[in-house]
């Protein structure tokens, strides 16, 4: 008899097919929590068909084989992005989707392949779109953990164009409790918003980080430690959403930006080079050799 609570890292491409089958077939798996994709959205700009590839086509592998096994729940995490930026409209669970850069476009396209399978086939699927998340352990790519550790090396915040997009925060934690809520009382064929109204600038975000890291006092000395680059082609403004059918099944987020963002800062402080060849992360544009050669003779 296999035990019920056996855990097991078995490492993989969800692009390969056969080795998601066999997967599926070996473990005897039930539910599916699929985060698995590419997700810097800089690096979607240079590899738009390798974003395509791995979070749509993955995605398409990973969801097929799990209604062959016919698990019992398939929670499909997408992003607060596929809605395209807003200055004031608060989106919910049915607002169109107008994904404006190849990431959001890419895990846009996913959760139609994701939805499809309820639609047809009645399988308890479940779409989540969240704010951005932060927190220890994050790679040191996303903006958070990247300031941080450029303050922390005695380098400059790159700020990409004029730094006054806002983006919503939510602590690593926040976000667990949300994902254990959906497992538990998610109902098939729905979309839940991961959401808080806790929001700030990058700009903010920046001046914040330094003046915790940096002990500085005033704005010159902020100002010092800020470096404005150009802005990547598109650079949404905002992602306000509306999150009451999450606040519906019982879960709202707990901890407070202050107790949260210390306990980053002092994670990447002790943890920087847990990671191999990290330095890359930080620079303000991404460098990185295509993730897959396409063969097109």
Known sequence: MQDPFRSAAVKGDICEPHFIKQLFESEKIDIVLHFAAQTH?????????????????????????????SVEKFVYVSTDEVYGGSNDEEFDESSPKRPTNPYASSKAAAECFVQSYWERYQFPVVITRSSNVYGPHQYPEKVIPKFISLLQQNRKCCIHGSGLQKRNFLYATDVVEAFLTVLKEGKPGEIYNIGTNFEMSITQLAKELIQLIKKTSTESEVEHWVDYVKDRPTNDIRYPMKSEKMHSLGWRPKVPWK??????IEWYRENFYNWKNVEKALEPFPVTQPFMRIDTS
């Open 41 to 69: 959205v800089d690096l979607s700009f240079w590899h738009a068909l390798e974003f395509r590839y791995v979070n749509v086509y993955g995605t398409h592998v990973l969801v097929t084989a799990a209604y062959e096994a």
């Open 259 to 264: 107790e949260g963002i210390k306990k980053t």
